[in-house]
C-alpha cells in the first residue's frame, strides 16, 4: 500500500492528496499515453536531498519529445516544484513519481489537441525488492516474455504504455515463486529487469548490456559505472548471451526503485558463493554512503 502524504502537485499547484483526480475516460488511461520517471529523495546530516533530479527531470523531457507529448513545463520547473513539494509534505526521505499524460476531452489514436496535464507525487517508499534481498540477494527467472525492441517503441522514453511489457515480465517471476525476472531481447541476449538494468561480474570485470541490446539507459546504471570507474573497476558494455548469467561470478540489479540489489540464484541455480560477492558489496556501500551525502565527492549529484 503507499502511505499517503498531504500534497501532490498537480498541473502548477499543490493540492490536497484525494483531490489529485482525473476523469474515468482519461486519454493515457486508455492508451497509455503518459512518461514518467522514478526519483528517491534520501534523508541525509543536512536534510532531504534528491539523487540525481536534474537528469531524471531531463529524461521526463525527452521522454515528452520522444512521443510528441509538448510539455507545460519545464525541467527547472518539475525540479523547484520537487524540491517544494518534498518540503510541504514534510518527509525525510521519499519516492517520487512525476508523470506528463494527456488528459480527458479527446479520444482516439492521435492525441494531437487532447490537454497535457503534469503531476508529481512523493510519498515514503522502503527497498523495492526487500531489505534482506539487499544483503543476501534475491532469486531470479529468466523470463517467457522477451523485452520490447526499440523498432517497436523508444526504449530511451519511460512511457507507461511500455511497462505492459514490465508488468508480464514481473508477474511471470512472482507467480513462479521467484523475486524478480530477467528478460531477455528479441535476439535472445540478455536486456534487463523489468524495471532494472543488470550487471554481472566475472574475473573482477563488471560487464552490463550496451545499449543497443534494447536496454534503458538507467541513471542507477550511469551512477554504478562511474563509482566502478573511480575504484578502477573495468567496467565493460557489451552483448551478453545468456548461458554467461550461469557462469558469473556476481549478478546484481540497479535501478531507483532496487537501488543495488544482489541476484543470488538465477532459475534456482546459484551464481557466485550464493550471496552478495565484495564487488557488488563495495560499489553498493558507496552508493549508499552517496545518497545518504556522505561523500563530498559527490554532492554535485544530490539536490
Same mark, same amino acid.
Given at each position: 500500500?503507499?502511505?499517503?502524504?498531504?500534497?501532490?502537485?498537480?498541473?502548477?499547484?499543490?493540492?490536497?492528496?484525494?483531490?489529485?483526480?482525473?476523469?474515468?475516460?482519461?486519454?493515457?488511461?486508455?492508451?497509455?499515453?503518459?512518461?514518467?520517471?522514478?526519483?528517491?529523495?534520501?534523508?541525509?546530516?543536512?536534510?532531504?536531498?534528491?539523487?540525481?533530479?536534474?537528469?531524471?527531470?531531463?529524461?521526463?523531457? $525527452?521522454?515528452?519529445?520522444?512521443?510528441?507529448?509538448?510539455?507545460?513545463?519545464?525541467?527547472?520547473?518539475?525540479?523547484?516544484?520537487?524540491?517544494?513539494?518534498?518540503?510541504?509534505?514534510?518527509?525525510?526521505?521519499?519516492?517520487?513519481?512525476?508523470?506528463?499524460?494527456?488528459?480527458?476531452?479527446?479520444?482516439?489514436?492521435?492525441?494531437?489537441?487532447?490537454?497535457?496535464?503534469?503531476?508529481?507525487?512523493?510519498?515514503?517508499?522502503?527497498?523495492?525488492?526487500?531489505?534482506?534481498?539487499?544483503?543476501?540477494?534475491?532469486?531470479?527467472?529468466?523470463?517467457?516474455?522477451?523485452?520490447?525492441?526499440?523498432?517497436?517503441?523508444?526504449?530511451?522514453?519511460?512511457?507507461?504504455?511500455?511497462?505492459?511489457?514490465?508488468?508480464?515480465?514481473?508477474?511471470?517471476?512472482?507467480?513462479?515463486?521467484?523475486?524478480?525476472?530477467?528478460?531477455?531481447?528479441?535476439?535472445?541476449?540478455?536486456?534487463?529487469?523489468?524495471?532494472?538494468?543488470?550487471?554481472?561480474?566475472?574475473?573482477?570485470?563488471?560487464?552490463?548490456?550496451?545499449?543497443?541490446?534494447?536496454?534503458?539507459?538507467?541513471?542507477?546504471?550511469?551512477?554504478?559505472?562511474?563509482?566502478?570507474?573511480?575504484?578502477?573497476?573495468?567496467?565493460?558494455?557489451?552483448?551478453?548471451?545468456?548461458?554467461?548469467?550461469?557462469?558469473?561470478?556476481?549478478?546484481?540489479?540497479?535501478?531507483?526503485?532496487?537501488?543495488?540489489?544482489?541476484?543470488?540464484?538465477?532459475?534456482?541455480?546459484?551464481?557466485?558463493?550464493?550471496?552478495?560477492?565484495?564487488?557488488?558489496?563495495?560499489?553498493?556501500? $558507496?552508493?549508499?554512503?552517496?545518497?545518504?551525502?556522505?561523500?563530498?565527492?559527490?554532492?554535485?549529484?544530490?539536490?
Amino acid at each position: 500500500m503507499i502511505s499517503e502524504t498531504k500534497f501532490i502537485w498537480f498541473n502548477g499547484k499543490n493540492v490536497a492528496w484525494k483531490d489529485a483526480t482525473i476523469h474515468a475516460l482519461n486519454h493515457s488511461l486508455h492508451y497509455g499515453s503518459g512518461v514518467f520517471e522514478g526519483i528517491r529523495c534520501y534523508k541525509t546530516s543536512k536534510g532531504p536531498a534528491v539523487f540525481r533530479l536534474q537528469e531524471h527531470m531531463a529524461r521526463l523531457i $525527452k521522454s515528452c519529445e520522444s512521443y510528441e507529448i509538448p510539455s507545460p513545463y519545464t525541467a527547472k520547473e518539475f525540479e523547484a516544484a520537487t524540491l517544494e513539494l518534498i518540503k510541504e509534505n514534510k518527509v525525510d526521505a521519499c519516492y517520487i513519481r512525476p508523470l506528463v499524460f494527456y488528459g480527458y476531452g479527446h479520444m482516439g489514436l492521435n492525441p494531437k489537441g487532447a490537454k497535457v496535464e503534469a503531476l508529481i507525487a512523493c510519498w515514503p517508499w522502503g527497498t523495492y525488492l526487500g531489505e534482506e534481498g539487499l544483503e543476501k540477494g534475491i532469486n531470479a527467472k529468466i523470463s517467457k516474455w522477451r523485452r520490447i525492441h526499440s523498432s517497436t517503441l523508444p526504449m530511451q522514453a519511460k512511457c507507461s504504455g511500455n511497462y505492459a511489457n514490465s508488468i508480464l515480465g514481473k508477474l511471470d517471476a512472482v507467480n513462479n515463486g521467484f523475486d524478480e525476472a530477467i528478460m531477455l531481447n528479441i535476439e535472445g541476449r540478455v536486456a534487463e529487469g523489468p524495471g532494472e538494468n543488470i550487471f554481472l561480474v566475472k574475473n573482477s570485470e563488471l560487464v552490463t548490456p550496451s545499449v543497443g541490446e534494447g536496454i534503458l539507459k538507467g541513471i542507477t546504471r550511469d551512477s554504478i559505472i562511474q563509482i566502478a570507474k573511480e575504484f578502477g573497476i573495468k567496467v565493460v558494455e557489451r552483448p551478453i548471451e545468456r548461458d554467461e548469467l550461469f557462469d558469473a561470478d556476481e549478478l546484481f540489479f540497479t535501478g531507483t526503485a532496487a537501488e543495488v540489489t544482489p541476484i543470488r540464484s538465477v532459475d534456482k541455480k546459484i551464481i557466485g558463493s550464493g550471496k552478495r560477492g565484495p564487488i557488488t558489496k563495495k560499489l553498493q556501500e $558507496k552508493f549508499f554512503q552517496i545518497v545518504k551525502g556522505e561523500d563530498k565527492k559527490y554532492d554535485k549529484w544530490l539536490s
